[in-house]
């Protein structure tokens, strides 16, 4: 089969079966071109909220698939491979969170989208990077425990001063691998490009960007800029989708190690498997679990709403 023919078979099985396909915006080209609805992972999760299909099947990373399944309980929600992790969203588990719990019991704990569902049971909001600063914003408590990402963490902490944030050593293992001395080259190459950011680069990158935003936050800014030239601190793929929307414009990836091999696991033969029932992974919680980490991502919803 050819993209162009496999790409028409999962639009008729997803029609003929009534199946939403969220797809995070770091996927591939032709997933994208499938997909009902595209976007960060919080605009994911919304959408999710407030889709009426049967079904989804979820482009992305495993704690997306798991956010989707809390919002809708009812409905079987397959993650289109199964190998497809987030190696951030398993860097705690609730132990650990239960014993900083304990040392500062008060303290409201805020995690980023990218955790477990499991982990999401012992917190009390959920916020993403589009959502970070809106939300430990409007909390009223001002101790606030943030996990497990310190570099967004950080980032927040920096634009909220007043509140008193406390940090744990997690984060992306991608985007904190880029460095500054990368950036001052990019920068040097391409002296007239605008530099947008994703927060969970290092504080001394983001600290040296134009514009620092979720995926969706990055391109808009790009696409809405009058500037010619871009350096993208974010997901390879956020550079491609880019340039292939703007022409006109030049876009420069921040550094070639931006490549997350996980949300590039998921390919068309993976779709048109979960599609027909033969690949993929129905998300599976127990009743517990979805109904405990529900209140984080409700939080989130009406906070960031
Ligand atoms: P967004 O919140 O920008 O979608 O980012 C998700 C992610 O995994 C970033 O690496
Ligand atoms: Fe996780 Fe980083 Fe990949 Fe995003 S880019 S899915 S945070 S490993």
């Given at each position: 089969m050819t993209i162009a023919q496999m790409q028409a078979e999962i639009l008729r099985v997803k029609k003929e079966r009534d199946i939403?396909?969220?797809?995070?915006?770091?996927?591939?080209?032709?997933?994208?071109?499938?997909?009902?609805f595209v976007g960060d992972s919080y605009a994911l999760s919304v959408y999710a909220s407030?889709?009426?299909n049967a079904a989804f099947l979820l482009c992305g990373v495993r704690f997306m698939a798991e956010t989707v399944?809390?919002?809708?309980?009812?409905?079987?929600?397959?993650?289109?491979?199964?190998?497809?992790?987030?190696?951030?969203?398993?860097?705690?588990?609730?132990?650990?969170?239960a014993a900083v719990k304990a040392q500062?019991?008060?303290?409201?704990?805020?995690?980023?989208?990218?955790?477990?569902?499991?982990?999401?049971?012992?917190?009390?909001?959920?916020?993403?990077?589009s959502s970070a600063v809106e939300i430990v914003g409007k909390l009223e408590n001002d101790k606030i425990l943030f996990i497990p990402d310190c570099n967004l963490g950080d980032w927040v902490a920096k634009q909220l001063p007043h509140k008193q944030i406390k940090l744990l050593?997690?984060?992306?293992?991608?985007?904190?691998?880029?460095?500054?001395?990368?950036?001052?080259?990019?920068?040097?190459?391409?002296?007239?490009?605008?530099?947008?950011?994703h927060p969970e680069c290092t504080p001394d990158v983001v600290a040296a960007a134009d514009y620092v935003g979720s995926t969706s936050g990055i391109m808009q800014r790009a696409t809405a800029g009058t500037?010619?030239?871009?350096?993208?601190?974010?997901?390879?793929?956020?550079?491609?989708?880019l340039q292939y929307m703007c022409p006109?414009?030049?876009?420069?990836?921040?550094?070639?190690?931006?490549?997350?091999?996980?949300?590039?696991?998921?390919?068309?033969?993976?779709?048109?498997?979960?599609?027909?029932?033969?690949?993929?992974?129905?998300?599976?919680l127990d009743a517990d679990t979805l109904t405990q980490a529900r209140r984080c991502i409700d939080a989130m919803i009406a906070l960031g709403g």
């Open positions: 939403c396909i969220l797809a995070h915006s770091y996927q591939a080209r032709e997933i994208v071109e499938i997909a009902d407030r889709a009426t399944k809390i919002l809708s309980p009812e409905k079987p929600v397959t993650l289109a491979n199964a190998a497809a992790g987030c190696p951030m969203a398993e860097q705690m588990d609730t132990a650990l969170i500062y019991p008060d303290y409201t704990v805020v995690a980023y989208i990218n955790t477990t569902a499991q982990l999401k049971t012992v917190c009390d909001v959920c916020v993403t990077s050593q997690g984060g992306c293992p991608i985007h904190a691998a880029v460095n500054l001395r990368e950036l001052d080259a990019q920068k040097a190459l391409h002296p007239n490009a605008a530099v947008l950011v500037e010619r030239e871009y350096i993208i601190g974010t997901e390879l793929s956020i550079a491609e989708h006109n414009k030049r876009f420069w990836a921040l550094s070639k190690k931006l490549l997350c091999p996980n949300m590039k696991l998921t390919t068309l033969p993976d779709v048109l498997a979960a599609l027909n029932g033969t690949g993929g992974e129905a998300i599976a």
